[in-house]
């Protein structure tokens, strides 16, 4: 138990849907992450919250979207997607923007038929 | 390049020691550090390396670090069937910048 829960933990979803993820953390931690994980490639960072505001987007496409209501959720919506975008989408949280552990979820599994 | 390079799989006997190695890319890095993700389960620190450290060693874990090659190395001892799992390097520029991950299998 990492204190960072994301669900669901597995997603199907045709092109033409939109579905949402979500993360949830119990550290107090003042900054999230959404990473993309592809087999044989790097962890992708896909958007950074720092203290509910949106400081990176790493020209992550528009079919993305994410939302931090508060300090302790964070959302990733998703509409028309492209099955290149199947992937494990991981969430992370930290204490301060910069330097410091990341803490992960477990993931949410996203299929995209 | 901007990539943190590692090769994708290692295969060892258990009892054998473990090397996962690591380039990274640049030189102004504060820390360096190695992640673990088992499988069904998200990253988790290992452990980290300041960058005027040569080595760092934490139980069966050792970390050696070339800053003059930017060359990254996590040995473990003794590898164990647990210690299965896909380690990511990491270097900090700002944010963290992982590499592909290794996959290491231990066979019994």
């Known amino acids: 138990e990492t204190g960072v829960t994301q669900t669901p933990r597995h997603l199907v979803m045709g092109m033409t849907n939109k579905k949402s993820l979500k993360c949830e953390q119990h550290?107090?931690?003042?900054?999230m992450y959404w990473y993309k994980q592809s087999a044989k490639k790097p962890l992708e960072l896909m958007f950074v919250?720092?203290?509910?505001?949106?400081?990176e987007n790493n020209s992550v496409p528009s079919r993305f979207s994410p939302e931090c209501p508060n300090s302790s959720h964070l959302f990733l919506h998703l509409h028309t997607l492209q099955p290149e975008d199947s992937a494990l989408y991981l969430c992370?949280?930290?204490?301060?923007?910069?330097?410091?552990?990341?803490?992960f979820g477990e993931g949410s599994r996203l299929t995209v038929l | 390049g901007e990539d943190v390079e590692q090769s994708l799989f290692l295969s060892v006997r258990e009892g054998d020691s473990s090397v996962i190695n690591c380039t990274y890319t640049d030189s102004s890095s504060t820390y360096l550090y190695w992640y673990k993700q088992e499988p069904g389960a998200g990253l988790q620190l290992l452990t980290y390396i300041f960058s005027n450290m040569d080595m760092k060693q934490d139980q069966r874990l050792t970390v050696l670090l070339n800053k003059k090659d930017k060359h990254l190395s996590l040995r473990i001892a003794d590898t164990q069937t647990g210690d299965s799992a896909i380690y990511f390097c990491a270097e900090s520029r700002g944010k963290l910048i992982f590499g592909q991950g290794t996959e290491l299998s231990v066979k019994p």
């Open positions: 992370a949280t930290k204490q301060g923007a910069n330097t410091g552990e990341l803490f």
């Open positions: 550290l107090g931690h003042n900054a």
């Open positions: 919250y720092s203290l509910e505001e949106r400081v």
